[in-house]
């Protein structure tokens, strides 16, 4: 295997059983000490458990996919354990839940790193908690430019504005962690790049960004997508920047992503890729 994989389990018994007695697995190339959790479903699809119902369906509100009893009881061993906890929550109220469940495990400042997958929807009231309890929000930022065109429609013009907050969310901690979302979104990190910092979409839409206010900074996207995600995965000490001492994992790419101009960032191209030293592209 030419790339590294941190891998997280999929909850469900004969994991969570298997992994708790084994405890987390470690190669070179392979590590298994994550489970991901799914709290709720998507926005799009009116799965994402919100607290008030959807603008654009009064009748629901979403669901959470496991109780919080049975999110609490799995969490209680996660906690218990060498094993990270990563939970899927897109609506407000699987973020206000899961957060408040994590601040009773962790019960404050902690090294636990554990994450919110997505961090899609979070009501204003409960974003501090991300610091409080040093929960990393774990972002893909082209779902800001991908649900732009609806995500007003479900969850109406002032609830939306705590949606896809990456820029607040990166300010409770200093730092968050982006990721591709892939296969849900394209495979191309440097589409998140732009995603992220100019807030549009493929077609350079819309003009000044959408919710420009929670656009992230280049050097602060750099970092989230290298340092700071390494960290997510308790491997700053290894990787994430190019150090005396850390594995050569880096890329070469045809233009700087510090000067090009926001409109030709997606056509970045890859010159080479590194892995521990070897070149594998
Ligand atoms: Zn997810």
Known sequence: MKIRDYAMISLGL?????????????????????FKLYADGALGSRGACLR?????RPETTGFLLLSPAELERVLKQLA??????????????????????????????????WRIEHAQVVSP??????????VIPSVQPTHATSDMYWAGDRLGSIR???AYAFRDLMK?????????????????????FHSAT???????????????????????????????????????HLRGSIAPDKQADFVVLDQ?????????????????????GERVY
């Open 80 to 113: 218990g354990s060498g094993f990270q906890a990563n939970t899927h929550c897109i609506g407000d109220s699987a973020n206000h839940l899961i957060l408040d469940l994590y601040g009773k495990m962790l019960k404050g400042k902690n090294n636990r790193r």
């Open 172 to 192: 409770q901690n200093g730092f968050i962690a982006f990721g591709s979302d892939f296969p849900v979104e394209a495979v191309n990190p440097l589409f998140g």
């Open 160 to 162: 939306v504005k705590g």
């Open 256 to 276: 700087d992503l510090m000067k090009a101009p926001a409109p030709k960032l997606r056509q970045t191209k890859v010159l080479q890729t590194w892995v521990g």
């Open 52 to 56: 008030k119902p959807y603008a654009d």
């Open 125 to 134: 009231g409960d974003v501090w908690k991300f610091n409080r309890y040093s």
């Open 198 to 236: 100019a807030r549009q979409d493929a077609n350079n839409f819309p003009a000044g960004g959408y919710q420009p206010e929670n656009a992230v900074d280049r050097k602060s996207a750099l970092l989230a997508m290298t340092r700071w995600a390494a960290y997510a995965n308790f491997e700053d």
């Open 14 to 34: 004969p994991n969570l059983d298997y992994y708790l007695k084994h405890g987390p697995y470690q190669t070179d190339r392979l590590t298994v000490r994550s």
